[in-house]
């Protein structure tokens, strides 16, 4: 049977419609974040209620010269849920290029980076770089657009600095041109992750627009998320460094945000077990060597301020071999358990 045009899966309209989820909490998002969320770390997220991840960015140059590094980046699964592939650029082929190779590749929509602050991207014009360039943006999106069947979205920043506040400005531009949903990040690429979040500038920009808008910056807790919701008006939460070592945020705001107390912290044995599976998922996602020392931090944020936390990250800095990380990692949650027990 031919599917027509409305019955086509459309990972958009499924995220932001919480009728057909018989949810309450609105989407809860985990933040693309280079060198954090690879695909088990996404994978995580999912388990603990995340309606939708975005990878790392991967750099749309390197993407289409097929670099071992992005096709890494760039490998999602859909079976755990939806998932985004965030591509970084500024010349539109190129870009349009890398969206089309990622979604041959598995990707269910395709988000672009305009708020990365950092210089070696910003001095190719790229990332937050773009704010400087609405012409650009807008060539940017009509070629990525027209060069893919997914819904594309983009990730902004308020603007460029104090005297460049263009995120309403760029965000009808993207409308206009066909965008799905914009997320926006309350701060100035100036602020780079200084100050706080201007979770009001945000309202600003859903107020703006029609599509979808998704709020983002200095969402640490269940309280926190609600308070955005309330100032800002968001469609959508999109958390980061919130969710270092502790995946299970999402499913503590997800039932705060339903009218439950949201402060179910996982057991002892909960923990150990998702740092256990997290350390195996990553040695079999990038081999023993560079998955031991890329699990090294997780592993040191999984442990932050924990009993004998600070001995235990000593060692397994050292460890050259995913058995004894493994072994050290077993080793401190049985200490963890037997403190309990004293
Ligand atoms: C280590 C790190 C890497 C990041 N990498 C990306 C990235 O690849 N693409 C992107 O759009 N934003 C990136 N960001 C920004 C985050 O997505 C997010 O906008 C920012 O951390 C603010 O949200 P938070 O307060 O919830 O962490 C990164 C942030 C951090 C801390």
Known sequence: MLLTRSQTFDPIVTLFSQKKKGRLSIPLILAPMAGVTDLPFRQLAHRYGADLTVSEMVASQAMIRQTPKSLKIATSSRE?????????GSDP??????????VALGAQIIDINMGCPVKKIVKNGAGSAL?????????ILLAVIAAVPVPV?????????ETLLNAVSVARLAESLGVRCVTVHGRTRAQMYRGKADWEAIGRVKA?????VIGNGDVTT???????????GVDGIMIGRGSYGRPWIFRQVAAYLSGE?????????????????HFQAMIRFYGETIGNRMARKHLAWYTKGMVGGAQFRKEVNQSADSERSLALT?????????????
């Open 153 to 161: 979205t983009i990730k902004i920043r308020l603007g460029w600095d």
């Open 330 to 342: 077993l080793a401190f949650f049985k200490d963890q358990q037997q403190r309990r027990a004293a």
């Open 208 to 212: 703006a627009v029609s599509i979808p």
């Open 80 to 88: 755990e849920g939806l998932e985004a592939v965030q591509i970084a």
């Open 261 to 277: 107390t949201g402060d179910d912290q996982p057991s002892l044995q909960e923990r150990e077990q998702v740092v256990v599976d």
């Open 131 to 139: 704010l400087r360039d609405e012409k650009r943006i807008g060539e």
């Open 93 to 102: 082929e190129v870009m349009a290029e890398a969206a089309r190779m990622n």
């Open 222 to 232: 269940p309280q926190e998320a609600r308070e955005m919701q309330e100032v800002a």
